[in-house]
């Protein structure tokens, strides 16, 4: 059997270099885990593309199945890419958050659709499908994460890729976050057993990683037992976390032995106001100098992230934002703008409020204006973001950001580097908004 499974590209956390597509975060899971799951009784020939990374789609090939996963941002993309394979007569499975989040959208551009969880139902439609038995869909609600086949990372373009190698954790988060689309989809929270994680991490041959979960720290018990089991192998690592992180000593001492060395945080706003608004009040934007100070003395890269767009936000938050982030010393800011995805509690209110711009999805990714903001029109929350970008990655407050970072100097120096040029593809991006969209609703009615 010949699969091929494609992430479609996301247009985002990407450069070209020398013609290459590079992606500087790390590498995904979901095509190699996938790949994984496959029987070993199919003897399949499997092939893996990562649209982000600039890689062609293999129409020219002959393919059993199509997989396709599908986050919001890129479902227009995979929908296109799944009619082309289905008008050659290639049947194609669909997957994904975003078809999680709508199904019924999803099911109308392929022989079948995953929902939820794959670990069971995956190789369950594979089997179908030898059969000839493939059903319109299958969901799972929850997964059994022990004893889970490692990703299949010879498959993959590792060079491509800042980090290559990505281990999971835990899956979900007990968080509420308006805008999150991990609630809204119904992932819950699960945690591997640690053994099998530090075994499947003794067997990479590298000694730097990245932990793609959601929030590793969200049991602070389970985080801690999993690194101490961690330090014995000296390794580099980095992962997602919240502020709350720096309020247990303990657990900070623990990252810092275990070769914890960046966290990315999502600090999101300079207002209470609007961390409450979103159901992130236990950021408090009083303590932000006390969580950049802590993980900083204990030798970790902060990458913050910031959202603009939020009912509070007039124009004067982009300079503003600039300067709290100087002044911080956040090692490596990225931004975003507020996006209400499908599903989630942001998208209700917004859609009720009839203030979504449009509901093409190719725009969802964060980098582009989907709303009509409260303090500002939708062309200066997209002026606001370009500003902002371009300013904060300028040589000299990269430079100063590096001299204070909580790791190497270098390191962020590069991150900030690599942020310059993604700059420069950002602003080439003539298609700020869709084209058919009323410049009334862009510029505002006044």
Avoid at 102 to 122: N, Q
Avoid at 413 to 424: D, Q, T
Avoid at 428 to 444: A, M, V
Wanted: with cysteine.
């Amino acid at each position: 059997m010949k699969i091929l499974l494609i992430m479609p590209d996301g247009h985002i956390n990407k450069m070209t270099l020398f013609g290459r597509g590079i992606s500087f975060r790390e590498a995904p899971l979901t095509l190699s885990s996938l790949a994984a799951l496959i029987p070993e009784e199919l003897q399949a020939h499997i092939t893996l593309v990562d649209r982000s990374l600039g890689t062609k789609v293999p129409y020219h090939r002959d393919f059993d199945l199509v997989g396709i996963s599908l986050m919001t941002g890129t479902a227009m993309e995979g929908y296109s890419i799944a009619r082309e394979f289905r008008r050659r007569g290639i049947p194609v499975i669909l997957g994904g958050v975003h078809v999680t989040l709508r199904p019924e959208e999803a099911a109308k551009e392929a022989d079948s659709i995953v929902t939820g969880f794959a670990e069971e139902t995956w190789p369950l439609l594979l089997k179908d499908f030898k059969e000839g038995q493939l059903k319109p869909r299958y969901h799972s609600a929850s997964a059994d994460l022990t004893q889970l086949p490692p990703p299949r990372r010879d498959l993959q373009k590792s060079l491509s890729y800042m980090i290559p190698n990505t281990v999971m954790v835990t899956r979900g988060c007990r968080g509420t976050c308006e805008f999150c689309t991990v609630p809204a989809a119904g992932f819950g929270w699960q945690k591997r057993p640690i053994g099998e994680v530090i075994e499947e991490i003794r067997k990479i041959p590298t000694r730097r990683l990245a932990i793609s979960d959601v929030h590793l720290t969200d049991d602070p018990q389970y985080a801690k037992e999993f690194l101490r089991a961690l330090i014995p192998l000296k390794i580099k690592w980095g992962a997602l976390a919240s502020t709350r992180v720096t309020q247990d000593p303990e657990l900070l001492d623990l990252l810092q032995k275990s070769g914890c060395s960046y966290l990315l945080l999502g600090f999101e706003s300079f207002n209470d106001a609007s961390l409450k608004q979103i159901h992130k009040g236990f950021n408090k934007v009083d303590n932000y100098r006390e969580v950049v100070d802590k993980l900083h003395r204990h030798g970790i890269t902060i990458q913050g992230c910031f959202i603009f767009g939020f009912d509070e936000d007039g124009p004067e938050i982009f300079q503003r934002t600039l300067d709290h982030v100087n002044d911080l010393k956040i090692d490596i800011p990225r931004y975003a703008l507020f996006t209400p995805y499908p599903g989630t509690k942001a998208y209700e209110r917004f859609k009720q409020e009839d203030r979504l711009l449009h509901e093409d999805w190719s725009y969802y990714d964060t980098q582009h204006v989907v709303i009509q903001p409260k303090g500002m029109t939708a062309h200066q929350l997209d002026r606001g973001l370009l500003w902002a970008y371009e300013n904060t990655f300028k040589v000299r407050p990269s430079f100063q950001r590096s001299l204070h970072s909580g790791g190497p100097g270098y390191v962020t120096f590069v991150g900030n580097l690599a942020y310059k040029l993604y700059i420069k593809r950002l602003k080439k991006d003539s298609h700020r908004f869709p084209k058919n969209l009323s410049q009334k609703l862009i510029h505002g009615k006044g």
